[in-house]
Structure formats: C-alpha cells, structure tokens
C-alpha cells in the first residue's frame, strides 16, 4: 500500500501557535509503525495558523504576493522539519524545497516529509501531485474536522458529515458555501489532479492519529472523494 498524508499545519499548533510536541511524536510513531509493516508514506506538512501570522505581518504596501507566498512555504518547510527530524535515519534530509528535490528524493526509498513547494500552489497541491507521481493508493487530508460537511461544521451546528462524494460535487460545494476565515480543504489545482488520476482521497480529523491506522485496516473514516461517483 501506498499513502501520501497531507497533515494540516494547523492540527499540529496549539491556539497559543506553540507545537504540539506530542502530536508530531505520535505522527513519527505513526509513520515508523506503517513503514514496518511494508506500507510507503509520504508526508506533507500545511503551514496553518503560523504561516498566516507570518503573512499578515509582513503585508506592507511593497509586498507582493509571490513574496507572501513564499513566506508561507518558508513556514510550512519549517513545520515539516519539525516532523522529519523526528524520522531519522528514515526520513530524507534535507527535506526537499523544490520540484526538482522532490523528483530526486522519492527515488531514495526514504520516506519524503515536505512542505510547500512553489508560490501560489497549496500544500494540498504538492501533496495530490506526490500521489499522482508515486500512484498512491490513498491521498490522506488530516484536518482539525472529522471530514466534508455541508457547511462549515464549526459555524453551523446543523451541518452534516458528507460519507462520499465525486470531486465534481465537491467543486460545487466549495464555490456554492461560504467558509470565510477558515481554511480551505482543498484548492482547484488539487481537485484537477486527483480528478485526473483518479487518486481515493479521504478528509478526516487529524488530531486522532488513530483514525489513519482505522483507514488502512479498511474501516471507513472521514470523507471519501472519488473522482466520480
């Protein structure tokens, strides 16, 4: 089996922005455990509430937003080492910082631990376009909700869990619910490559741990994105 987990960078900060040290050990521990058993992972690492600490201190009348976006891949590459030096020897080191590093690291059998990538590309981009290039089996968004709603479940007590859904339907609800303040699950050039590959994707809470083993023991968890339905 082949997995390829894109933790979002705010499951891993606390409210006050300090890391959840116990969290990334438990996602190291994770990660160890499925090596052992013959399972490839790859992990990608959001930059969450930092990143936009960081971004909107340094929105000035002279930034661009190129050089915004480069703070937050500054950001998220930061987070990722914190997971990365919990890998070694296991992990590749450095962590790769572009394309070109990433080509070249998944050819070393070490399991890649990366940030963003490229400005104006979301982790979630870098992490779709991982699993098209290693044909994952599972394309994994650990998240702080337990998966798609039909409205954002933290506003809307009403909201329902959505069990499966295609990516066309998925686009729709993006565009059609308002989800201002919060942070978007996926952006349309994630969307276009799993669409495209066909990649199983599947949102679910990643302040449990436990729910990625429950998904690779074939328990259903979360939310189910095919690119059809």
Same mark, same amino acid.
């Given at each position: ?93 450095? @962590?790769?910082?572009?394309? *070109?590093?990433?080509?070249?690291? #998944? &050819?070393?059998?070490? $399991?890649?631990?990366?940030?963003? %990538? +490229? ?73 276009? @490559?799993?669409?495209?590959? *066909?990649?199983?994707?599947?949102? #679910? &809470?990643?302040?449990? $741990?436990?729910?990625?083993?429950? %998904? +690779? ?13």
């Amino acid at each position: 089996m082949r997995l390829v987990l894109k933790i979002g960078g705010h499951v891993l900060f606390r409210d006050n922005m300090s890391p959840n040290v116990e969290l990334l050990d438990s996602y190291a521990n994770l990660v160890r455990e499925l090596k052992e058993k013959s399972i490839d992972i790859h992990v990608v690492v959001g930059g969450g509430t930092p990143a936009r600490a960081y971004i909107e201190a340094a929105k000035t009348p002279s930034a661009t937003q190129a050089e915004l976006d480069h703070i937050g891949i500054l950001v998220s590459q930061l987070n990722a080492y914190l997971l990365a030096i919990r890998l070694k020897p296991i992990a590749h080191l450095p @962590i790769p910082t572009s394309f *070109r590093e990433l080509s070249q690291a #998944l &050819n070393t059998g070490k $399991v890649i631990v990366c940030g963003g %990538l +490229v400005p104006g590309q979301s982790t979630m981009a870098v992490a779709a376009l991982i699993a098209e290039l290693v044909k994952a089996d599972y394309l994994i968004n650990a998240t702080d909700v337990d998966g798609v709603y039909t409205d954002d479940p933290k506003r809307n007590p009403n909201a329902r869990l959505i069990e499966v859904i295609s990516v066309d339907k998925l686009r729709q609800l993006l565009r059609t619910k308002s989800y201002a303040g919060t942070y978007p699950l996926f952006d349309e050039v994630s969307l276009g @490559i799993i669409e495209r590959s *066909r990649i199983k994707t599947v949102v #679910l &809470n990643g302040m449990e $741990v436990d729910n990625i083993k429950k %998904l +690779v023991l074939g328990e259903h968890v979360g939310t189910l994105i095919l690119a059809e339905t």
